[in-house]
């Protein structure tokens, strides 16, 4: 692996993080852009600043040669040493460059949201076996939810809510009621960022959210982007006070901002300090200068 290649970070960036998830002791914000720290020093941060490259969805992370080899593509990337959950990289820009994932269950697996849509890439989370269904956590991530569920042979489910942003779906949850997709596998309705928004939570072990809860590094904390709000941040808080006993996870898996891994009882706690604070918030117009991540 090549240490003396000089990386750089373009002008195209949109600021979506995941960069910096990937890569934060390389890649910082700074004017509302990603821009490079330093350059790698050794083979673990050569792979951090590779995975960082193949998931960035405009590309504006180059090596010296100006072209990313595929070989050095990493994903999918098993998130913890079960590898039940794969995240998948190669965010794309008509979902803001939404991270996404392959969650393995009894039957196969499921993608929730979706990566770029590529017949390489699609070849590619085939091999690892049967794909069953694709779960859509709100209208903004929608983009290639069909492409991906044709190819694959999958069911495409969204909420009524979001019924617009996929309007062919084969499978709609309605209301607000949590319900079990598969054993094991509960989706729970989420209205706020989006009407339709909805979280996933596998096990009660992953909660795939979406927009609608996310990890803050600035705040070392389980948030809700009230900055970003398309539909009601009062709603927003009336899903978490209706979820609270509900819900139980050891993984936060949102689509923007960062993953985090916590004890069951923790992000409880945690969830239960947010509620409190989101009863005090009031819907404004988006300001995505204000978000925290």
């Known amino acids: 692996m090549n240490l003396s290649e000089n990386w750089t970070v373009d002008d195209r960036c949109t600021n979506c993080d995941v960069a910096r998830q990937l890569a934060p002791d390389l890649i910082r914000e700074r004017d509302r852009k990603s821009e490079l720290i330093r350059q790698p020093r050794d083979e673990a941060e050569q792979r951090q ?19 990313l080899d595929p070989a050095g593509d990493p994903f999918p990337l098993a998130l913890d040493e079960d590898g039940a ?33 590529g017949e390489a890439l699609a070849a590619r989370y085939q091999a690892l076996g049967p794909v069953t269904d694709v779960l859509l956590t709100h209208r903004d991530h929608a983009a290639h939810g069909r492409a991906y ?15 617009a942003a ?41 909660c795939f959210s979406g927009d609608s809860l996310y990890w803050s590094r600035t705040n070392q904390d389980i948030e809700v982007q009230e900055a970003v709000t398309w539909y009601s941040i009062e709603e927003q808080s009336a899903s978490l006070d209706r979820s609270l006993d509900a819900l139980r996870f050891e993984w936060l898996l949102p689509g923007h901002g960062d993953k985090h891994r916590m004890p069951a009882e923790e992000a409880d706690r945690r969830l239960r300090e947010l509620a409190v604070r989101a009863r005090a918030l009031r819907t404004e117009p988006v300001d995505f200068a204000a978000v925290r991540w």
């Open 49 to 67: 600043l590779l995975a960082a490259a193949h998931a960035c969805p405009t590309r504006s992370i180059r090596p010296g040669t100006g072209r």
């Open 85 to 117: 959950v794969l995240l998948l990289g190669h965010n794309s820009r008509r979902t803001a460059g939404a991270n996404s994932y392959l969650c393995r269950r009894p039957t196969g697996w499921v993608m929730v949201d979706t990566p770029r849509y």
């Open 149 to 163: 569920a044709d190819r694959l042979g999958a069911r495409l489910w969204i909420h009524e809510g979001d019924l």
């Open 166 to 206: 996929a309007p062919d779906a084969d499978e709609v949850l309605r209301g607000t009621e949590p319900v079990e997709i598969s054993p094991g596998l509960i989706a729970h309705p989420f209205p706020g960022h989006t009407l339709g928004s909805v979280l996933y939570v596998a096990d009660q072990r992953y």
